[in-house]
């Protein structure tokens, strides 16, 4: 039973830890819903005018008004507003009148078909380079190649998105002619995007990597296992490995959230058919329901991605929970 003790302890602390983090997630998400709401609100004069344009017949903005409810009273626009969130309906579009839900559910696979696969591919560059360059500098050794790997991350990590998406359809698609430079097609389609969505977060996230990697390489349980005599392959990815990437892993819901919303201009340098363009040409038409649907949609996956992978560190390293309250 002592035995069984501690254990239930943790149990009980990341139980807890759990509730505490489902509890911030139902006030974001309140507040992320209320800021929503009020984008329209906010708008200076009539959304709707500003949509169809100031040539367009009183009647017809009067009636897409009354059918937008706005209208109403706020507090009663606000309150239908929560009532239809509840059942999947997050209004119509000014310009079409078509379901914001289902324009966003059209686009969104496209936009998460090209964030996901960027999110693998930062892990698979990251995480590889980081533990090499830990290995490879330890203690000081090889300071060029410390110095040269912190210069080009930060360089790389600086460049905007949009900077690195035209750079590489220039190199690649037009001067190279090794990728298509827009459009989704087949697997060579998702190169270019994919990689600009992913170069950036990965070189920060090797640098993370490689701070974490030394950190734990000097740690007592480390030397424990060398003068074992185990082999250094063993010793870097057994025992080193999985305690280096707890910080990381608490990062990819952030970076992972971040690719999500990047997409806005990736998609445009790229013209892939995904929510960003959706954004932005909404934006330029002034569909305020449908861009503020989109912006829903986007925090909304920020929040609950990030507070998963908050909830599975805590289950795989229950010492990130303390402190928590």
């Given at each position: 039973?002592?035995?069984?003790?501690?254990?239930?302890?943790?149990?009980?602390?990341?139980?807890?830890?759990?509730?505490?983090?489902?509890?911030?997630?139902?006030v974001s998400l309140w507040l992320l819903v209320t800021?929503?709401?009020?984008?329209?609100?906010?708008?200076?004069?009539?959304?709707?005018?500003?949509?169809?344009?100031?040539?367009?017949?009183?009647?017809?903005?009067?009636?897409?008004?009354?059918?937008?409810?706005?209208?109403?009273?706020?507090?009663?626009?606000?309150?239908?507003?929560?009532?239809?969130?509840?059942?999947?309906?997050?209004?119509?579009?000014?310009?079409?009148?078509?379901?914001?839900?289902?324009?966003?559910?059209?686009?969104?696979?496209?936009?998460?078909?090209?964030?996901?696969?960027?999110?693998?591919?930062?892990?698979?560059?990251?995480?590889?380079?980081?533990?090499?360059?830990?290995?490879?500098?330890?203690?000081?050794?090889?300071?060029?190649?410390?110095?040269?790997?912190?210069?080009?991350?930060?360089?790389?990590?600086?460049?905007?998105?949009?900077?690195?998406?035209?750079?590489?359809?220039?190199?690649?698609?037009?001067?190279?002619?090794?990728?298509?430079?827009?459009?989704?097609?087949?697997?060579?389609?998702?190169?270019?995007?994919?990689?600009?969505?992913?170069?950036?977060?990965?070189?920060?996230?090797?640098?993370?990597?490689?701070?974490?990697?030394?950190?734990?390489?000097?740690?007592?349980?480390?030397?424990?296992?060398?003068?074992?005599?185990?082999?250094?392959?063993?010793?870097?990815?057994?025992?080193?490995?999985?305690?280096?990437?707890?910080?990381?892993?608490?990062?990819?819901?952030?970076?992972?959230?971040?690719?999500?919303?990047?997409?806005?201009?990736?998609?445009?340098?790229?013209?892939?058919?995904?929510?960003?363009?959706?954004?932005?040409?909404?934006?330029?038409?002034?569909?305020?329901?449908?861009?503020?649907?989109?912006?829903?949609?986007?925090?909304?996956?920020?929040?609950?991605?990030?507070?998963?992978?908050?909830?599975?560190?805590?289950?795989?390293?229950?010492?990130?929970?303390?402190?928590?309250?």
């Amino acid at each position: 039973m002592e035995v069984l003790a501690p254990a239930r302890r943790r149990r009980g602390r990341w139980g807890a830890f759990a509730l505490r983090r489902a509890r911030r997630l139902l006030v974001s998400l309140w507040l992320l819903v209320t800021a929503s709401f009020l984008m329209i609100q906010l708008v200076p004069g009539d959304p709707v005018r500003a949509a169809l344009g100031t040539s367009a017949p009183a009647e017809l903005v009067a009636e897409r008004r009354a059918q937008l409810g706005l209208d109403d009273s706020l507090l009663n626009q606000y309150v239908e507003y929560l009532q239809n969130l509840f059942t999947g309906d997050l209004g119509e579009s000014i310009l079409t009148q078509l379901p914001v839900a289902e324009t966003i559910g059209q686009r969104l696979s496209a936009t998460l078909a090209l964030a996901l696969p960027a999110f693998v591919v930062t892990f698979a560059i990251a995480v590889p380079v980081g533990v090499a360059l830990a290995v490879a500098t330890r203690r000081g050794r090889r300071r060029r190649t410390e110095l040269t790997f912190v210069g080009s991350s930060i360089v790389l990590s600086s460049i905007p998105e949009f900077v690195l998406s035209v750079t590489l359809v220039v190199v690649f698609a037009v001067n190279l002619g090794l990728a298509p430079a827009a459009g989704r097609g087949g697997p060579d389609s998702y190169v270019l995007p994919v990689l600009a969505l992913a170069l950036g977060p990965a070189a920060i996230m090797a640098r993370i990597v490689r701070v974490e990697m030394l950190a734990v390489l000097d740690a007592d349980y480390i030397r424990t296992a060398r003068s074992k005599r185990l082999s250094s392959l063993r010793i870097n990815l057994r025992h080193a490995l999985p305690n280096a990437v707890t910080a990381t892993l608490t990062l990819s819901g952030l970076m992972l959230a971040t690719m999500v919303a990047g997409t806005v201009l990736v998609e445009n340098v790229f013209a892939w058919p995904g929510l960003g363009g959706t954004i932005v040409s909404s934006i330029q038409s002034r569909d305020y329901p449908l861009v503020q649907g989109a912006v829903l949609v986007f925090g909304a996956i920020a929040l609950v991605v990030n507070t998963l992978v908050d909830v599975g560190v805590a289950a795989i390293d229950p010492r990130s929970t303390i402190g928590d309250s």
